[in-house]
């Protein structure tokens, strides 16, 4: 019986982990459930799963959780706070953690549950861009299971040699599956709303990341992330754009033969992938039709729509403090895109003026990383009202 540490459960990821684990009863248990405000979701989850532990990451509400626990006449503590958040991921009592807040609010914890020798099944990608080296040196050290879940990276993950060896790979080729403005020019895309933007032709996810999947700079962090996880150089990643998303990435090897995943574009092959590792079970995601699917279409990233792609490339090739400072001022931009505060085409545009303004210089430690990201928040925020895009 594995018990299970969720952080973001009332997230997209969270949803899709929750419904792999109410599947298999006998494997698997709720420890810990957490979620940023939303209380009454949690709580509905709380009842459902009956974790020994839930959070809510925002202090203020701690009140309304512990009251609606009580309420509820249940056993589980009632805990708030970015600390709690650490203390569920590294609770003993937890063997597994999944790691699906959004955004760098999940490095500590994410860090943390790495250093506690954790079973880490990784979807938030932006602490991997965030902190990187930081995240591969507390696996190693504290001897955790890194499983990645990006869906990309899970497919790498499942591509690459089972001795963890990287002989003959030649390339790693991550698909894209363009977003919701593939093929539409530059111009077309200066008066795109946030709606159209969140409208993703094949994926159901937070609004975050399907702002980043517009922009093309989910697949840009994806990149930087790939590169932490499996250690190959930015040379040897390329990305191809994919629209079906159904070949979820693959590897080429030196002597031709190239390995791919496939699967339905759902979530849940991967979480129960980490989940059950290196067993398969059941996930609920139905079989692949091929024939009904006909054909699968690939193309290059057009980067002149989708300039994030490049910036991201930059950021890795820059290293240091360059992909926290890509990171932040991403989030920022896709924070005021969603306002109505910044335009589709000031995304990259903030983020590149970010980078320029910067210094960039060895990452050091979390604390000092933690700098960079907040001086970079500020820098982003301040320059958006000089955005002409
Ligand atoms: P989401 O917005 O649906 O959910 C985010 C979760 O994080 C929620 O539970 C929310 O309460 C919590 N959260 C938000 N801000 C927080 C804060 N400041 N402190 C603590 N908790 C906070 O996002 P999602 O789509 O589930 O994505 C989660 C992560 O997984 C992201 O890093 C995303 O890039 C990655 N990911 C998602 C998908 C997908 O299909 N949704 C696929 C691959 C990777
Ligand atoms: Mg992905």
Redesign the pocket.
């Known amino acids: 019986m594995k018990t299970i540490a969720l952080?973001?459960?009332?997230?997209?990821?969270?949803?899709?982990a929750l419904d792999v684990v109410a599947r298999h009863p006998d494997r698997f248990r709720i420890g810990a459930l957490?979620?940023?405000?939303?209380v009454d979701e949690l709580l509905t989850l709380c009842a459902r799963f009956r974790p020994d532990s839930a959070v809510v990451?925002?202090m203020a509400a701690l009140g309304a959780l512990r009251d609606g626990l009580r309420a509820l006449g249940l056993p589980t503590r009632a805990l708030a706070g970015?600390q709690a958040?650490v203390d569920v991921a590294t609770d003993p009592a937890n063997d597994t953690v999944i790691a699906?807040?959004?955004?760098a609010?999940?490095v500590a914890s994410t860090l943390a549950a790495a250093r506690a020798g954790k079973r880490l099944l990784l979807?938030?990608?932006?602490?991997v861009v965030l902190a990187g080296d930081l995240l591969v040196q507390a696996v190693a050290e504290g001897g955790a299971t890194l499983l990645p879940?990006?869906?990309e990276h899970n497919a790498i993950f499942q591509c690459l040699p089972a001795d963890g060896g990287r002989g003959g790979v030649r390339r790693l080729l991550l698909t894209a599956s363009g977003g919701p403005f593939r093929g539409r020019p530059r111009a077309e895309l200066a008066q795109v709303t946030p709606d159209q933007a969140c409208a993703h032709p094949n994926?159901?996810?937070?609004?975050?990341?399907?702002v980043?999947s517009a922009t093309l700079m989910?697949k840009g962090?994806e990149v930087i992330e790939a590169h932490y996880l499996f250690g190959v150089p930015a040379s040897r990643i390329e990305v191809v754009v994919h629209p079906q998303s159904v070949i979820h990435s693959l590897v080429d090897y030196v002597d031709g033969s190239v390995l791919a995943q496939l699967g339905n574009p759902d979530?849940r092959t991967a979480l129960a992938y980490g989940l059950a590792w290196p067993e398969r079970v059941e996930s609920g995601v139905a079989p692949l039709d091929l024939a009904a699917l006909g054909r699968f279409d690939f193309e290059a990233p057009d980067l002149a729509a989708f300039p994030c792609l490049s910036l991201a490339f930059r950021a890795l090739e820059a290293g240091g403090r360059a992909p926290a400072i890509l990171n932040a001022a991403n989030e920022i931009a896709v924070s005021a895109f969603l306002q109505g505060r910044l335009g589709f085409l000031g995304i990259p545009d903030l983020i590149q003026a970010c980078l320029d303004a910067l210094p960039g210089g060895p990452a050091g430690d979390l604390a000092q990383l933690m700098d960079t990201d907040a001086e970079a928040r500020r820098m982003a925020q301040t320059l958006i009202p000089r955005m002409t895009t």
């Open positions: 952080l973001g459960a009332t997230g997209s990821i969270g949803g899709s957490t979620a940023h405000a939303k990451a925002d970015p958040l699906a807040i959004v955004g609010a999940g979807a938030n990608k932006e602490s879940i990006d869906s994926w159901v996810m937070g609004r975050k990341i399907s980043d989910n962090l979530m």
